[in-house]
């Protein structure tokens, strides 16, 4: 049983320091470098930890799931049998890989079960991290969906762009959910995270005075890279529910 996720930003080694003042101001956060060096967790007041961050050497990074859970042995081998691949035993936790590609981590549970509040920036707008979104080419589309819902056995959430996008919604307290996006080309897999937000345009402005840089603009979401380049979207909704 998954009992809580992370989301792990995963970003270039010479730039982990200016992501890491980012994400930390911008929920509130106070950095914790852990013992494995080039990891920084970030502690929040707000409730039990959500986010981790880690330089990388090669590429320019990205995002990817920890997921914690009480069985870690039984979990990952139905990661097997659903047609993922192991690709790492750290000791304490596994690095596998999905179908399509994309790397995730499993760790045993330890009682994380206080999901965090929002943090309020300027203006009084409201914000939290809530979601990773998998944006998939439209051939690993289907596949991609049917492992990461049979591994989770979360409910999943057509909505009304069943088309473009699906959603695994876990049960309280995790505080991150599952976003399947469907891309109008091919090109490899890869993960971002999304911000749920009150007041994009007033989030967009405060973001943009920490170093982030607009990236496009649609009727519910603004994508955005943070100041090491990575990927994120401020969404439009209500951060202490999302």
Same mark, same amino acid.
């Given at each position: 049983m998954i009992r809580w996720v992370d989301a792990f930003l995963d970003r270039p080694s010479e730039k982990l320091d200016d992501a890491v003042t980012f994400w930390a101001t911008i929920t509130g956060s106070t950095p914790a470098p852990q013992k494995h060096p080039g990891f920084v967790r970030l502690r929040t007041a707000a409730g039990d930890d959500w986010l981790e961050l880690q330089g990388v050497r090669e590429g320019p990074g990205g995002h990817h799931p920890d997921i914690w859970v009480d069985d870690r042995a039984g979990f990952n081998g139905r990661a097997l049998t659903a047609g993922g691949t192991v690709l790492a035993d750290h000791g304490d936790w596994q690095t596998l890989r999905s179908p399509a590609g994309l790397r995730f981590c499993t760790?045993? +549970?330890?009682?994380?079960?206080?999901?965090?509040?929002?943090?309020?920036?300027? @203006?009084?707008?409201? *914000?939290?991290?809530?979601?990773? #979104?998998?944006? *998939?080419?439209?051939?690993?589309?289907?596949?991609?969906?049917? !492992? +990461?819902? &049979?591994?989770? /056995?979360?409910?999943? $959430?057509? @909505?009304?762009?069943?088309?473009? !996008?699906?959603?695994?919604?876990?049960?309280?307290?995790?505080?991150?959910?599952?976003?399947?996006?469907? *891309?109008?080309? $091919?090109?490899?897999? =890869?993960?971002? *995270?999304?911000?749920? #937000? =009150? $007041?994009?345009?007033?989030?967009?402005? +405060?973001?943009?005075?920490? /170093?982030?840089?607009?990236?496009?603009?649609?009727?519910?979401? =603004?994508?955005?890279? $943070?100041?090491?380049? /990575?990927?994120? #979207?401020? &969404?439009? @909704?209500?951060?202490?529910?999302?």
């Open positions: 760790a045993t +549970w330890r009682d994380q079960h206080v999901r965090p509040r929002p943090y309020g920036g300027p @203006g009084g707008v409201t *914000l939290r991290p809530h979601q990773l #979104c998998f944006d *998939l080419a439209p051939a690993e589309y289907d596949r991609e969906v049917h !492992f +990461w819902r &049979t591994l989770t /056995g979360w409910e999943l $959430d057509e @909505g009304e762009q069943a088309d473009e !996008f699906v959603r695994l919604q876990p049960q309280p307290p995790v505080p991150i959910r599952f976003l399947f996006q469907r *891309l109008d080309s $091919d090109r490899p897999a =890869s993960i971002h *995270l999304d911000v749920s #937000c =009150s $007041d994009i345009p007033a989030a967009r402005t +405060w973001h943009e005075s920490l /170093g982030a840089t607009l990236v496009g603009e649609w009727p519910h979401w =603004s994508t955005f890279r $943070d100041p090491a380049g /990575g990927v994120y #979207c401020l &969404t439009s @909704g209500d951060p202490a529910t999302d």
